[in-house]
């Protein structure tokens, strides 16, 4: 087996500064909710470097199929016996090829990450911040939520978070309460979690875009919402922060190819300060961007 600290790191200069590529270890695969699962995996290099809204790409380490890397948000870092980051975990719901044969993958096996790539979340710089998750889009609040109540850091050197948000809040939105996934991780001190189930079987019967105007009604100065989900329900996101003035920033899920930018299959429309639109490669210069920015 190798020593997932011995790779070499293969950046591209000038491209993705950060990124290298790894071998990680399979620690566990876990059940979260319906459909949906944890990956641990031992990578002590990635958990130093990776901070909140970054991802990585990962594939088997052998074989050709599937022959290209998928892409997955970090959740969380986790440490070893001695504090220090040893790896990652990521939740991910089964939809095809990559994601059927992760639940398959047995403690020890190995698997080749490429990353962490993209922006991810800039630590929030107002009082209050309200995270808002769609689905398997509450995957990259478990480490936004850590930074900003205080209670992790993330980075080399550690990422700097100027100004700690005095409220932090989970809207996190499914179809029913057997897609809610890691609702013990997200039992921490500071958190206000709040749910909306599409059937009602738990919290508020009915969309997340309600719950979180809900929220924007009773406190909307000096607030950011950080978001991650379907398109549809980011667009809506995004249609009631603008009511509310607050802003609002999205990380996008677009399917990608190569995941260093070279292949454009990834690109999201945005609005240029001259009215135009442009494109913008979501594996380089996003996920993360700007509500009022995007073309949805
Ligand atoms: C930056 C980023 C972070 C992501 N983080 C997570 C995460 O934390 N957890 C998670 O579960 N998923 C995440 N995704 C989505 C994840 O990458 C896809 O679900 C995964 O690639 C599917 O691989 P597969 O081989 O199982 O499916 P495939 O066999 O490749 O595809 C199966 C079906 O799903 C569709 N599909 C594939 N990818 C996407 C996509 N991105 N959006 C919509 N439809 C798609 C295909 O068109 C096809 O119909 C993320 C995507 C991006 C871009
Ligand atoms: S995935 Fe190839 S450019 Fe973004």
């Known amino acids: 087996m190798a020593d997932p600290t011995s790779n070499d790191q ?18 566990s695969v876990r059940p979260m909710a319906r459909n949906t699962w944890c990956v ?4 002590p290099q990635l958990a130093t470097r990776i901070t909140p809204g970054q991802f990585f790409m990962i594939r088997p380490e052998d074989g050709s199929d599937p022959l290209l890397g998928r892409p997955f948000a ?6 070893d016996e001695d504090g220090d980051p ?3 975990d990521f939740g991910f719901v089964v939809v095809g090829k990559m994601t059927s044969l992760m639940t ?3 403690p020890g096996e190995e698997v080749r990450l490429w990353g962490p790539l993209g922006n991810g979340f800039a630590p929030s710089s107002a009082k209050n911040l309200i995270c808002v998750a769609g689905g398997i889009g509450q ?18 050197p550690t990422r700097d978070v100027p ?30 979690v709040r749910i909306a189930t599409d059937d009602g079987t738990e919290g508020h019967h009915g969309y997340v875009t309600e719950l979180l105007d809900q929220c924007l ?36 899920e677009t399917p990608m190819a190569c995941g260093f930018g070279a292949c454009f299959s990834c690109v999201a429309t945005v609005k240029e300060d001259d009215g135009t639109t442009d494109y913008r490669r979501t594996c380089v210069e996003g996920p993360v961007f700007p509500a009022e920015k995007l073309v949805l």
């Open 217 to 252: 009604t009773e406190q909307s100065s000096d607030t950011q919402v950080y978001c991650c989900g379907p398109e549809p329900m980011m667009k809506a996101v995004a249609e009631v922060c603008e009511n509310h003035g607050t802003p609002c920033w999205l990380s996008l």
């Open 163 to 192: 100004q700690r948000p005095e409220n932090v809040k989970l809207c996190y939105g499914v179809r029913s309460a057997d897609y809610l996934a890691g609702l013990d991780d997200f039992d921490i001190k500071g958190l206000d």
């Open 40 to 43: 641990r995996l031992r990578q």
């Open 139 to 156: 995957t990259p609040f478990l480490a936004v939520a850590m930074e900003a109540l205080g209670l992790r850091t993330y980075g080399t």
């Open 10 to 27: 293969n950046c591209l200069p000038g491209m993705v500064m950060t990124a290298g590529q790894y071998t990680a270890i399979v620690e």
């Open 104 to 106: 398959q993958w047995q």
């Open 86 to 88: 040893a790896g990652v």
């Open 74 to 79: 970090l959740y969380d870092t986790w440490d």
